[in-house]
């Protein structure tokens, strides 16, 4: 019988990587060799342990999945990276397979189709949630530029140009000219719905 395909889990939330742990190893030919919180941790976790897949939650604090699943992959280039998420959204998908990840695959999906995924990005395939692909060619690439994205994210809070400007080293004109060209790009008539948009499409 050939060694188990070794496994590093990465969820900010300790319930969820527990079931997802818990589910795995109920698996004859997986084995979870580690776990982690958070992006850092994820890529000190495959440093150590190099797992054959780290599993990778998008949404953290801190190094978000996208990150760090290019410095996962830096770290240990034989490791392959399955994003797992709740957030099925076109945008991520682009920006993960960008990043280097092998497959994107929702939480909701059945176990046994969780661990058939981790099975063929361990035997080097590509893994795609069928609907999140088609919605992804249908949608197309995002459309904001990466200083768009930075404004829009920021101003997500609320925060006013000035605010904004002063974080990035920009003048406000310069960002109120990135907004009006972000809210343009997303069909919006202001920066909240744009917000919303961008946020819905996974492009910030």
């Excluded at 054959?52 to 990150?67: A, F, H, K, N, S």
């Excluded at 830096?74 to 709740?86: F, H, K, N, Q, W």
């Excluded at 995002?142 to 974080?167: C, F, H, K, T, Y």
Aim: proline share 4%; net charge negative; charged share 25%.
């Amino acid at each position: 019988m050939s060694d188990p395909i070794r496994l590093v889990i990465v969820d900010d939330q300790a319930m969820l990587r527990g079931a997802l742990l818990a589910l795995l190893e109920l698996e004859d030919d997986l084995t979870v060799v580690a776990t982690a919180g958070d992006g850092a941790e994820a890529v000190s976790a495959v440093a150590e342990h190099r797992p054959d897949v780290c599993l990778m939650d998008i949404q953290m604090p801190g190094m978000d999945g996208i990150e760090a699943t290019t410095a996962v992959l830096e770290a240990a280039p034989g490791t392959r990276v399955l994003i797992v998420t709740t957030f099925a959204r076109p945008g991520y998908l682009r920006s993960a397979l960008d990043a280097g990840a092998s497959g994107f695959v929702v939480k909701d999906a059945p176990a046994e189709q969780l661990a058939d995924a981790v099975r063929r990005v361990h035997q080097g395939l590509r893994v795609v949630d069928p609907k999140l692909a088609e919605a992804s060619l249908f949608d197309g690439a995002n459309p904001l530029s990466e200083r768009e994205q930075q404004v829009l994210r920021l101003a997500a809070d609320g925060r006013s140009a000035a605010s904004i400007a002063a974080e990035v080293f920009l003048s406000a004109g310069t960002v109120r000219n990135n907004l009006s060209s972000a809210i343009g790009k997303c069909a919006a008539s202001n920066r909240a719905q744009a917000v919303r948009i961008a946020q819905d499409k996974g492009w910030i």
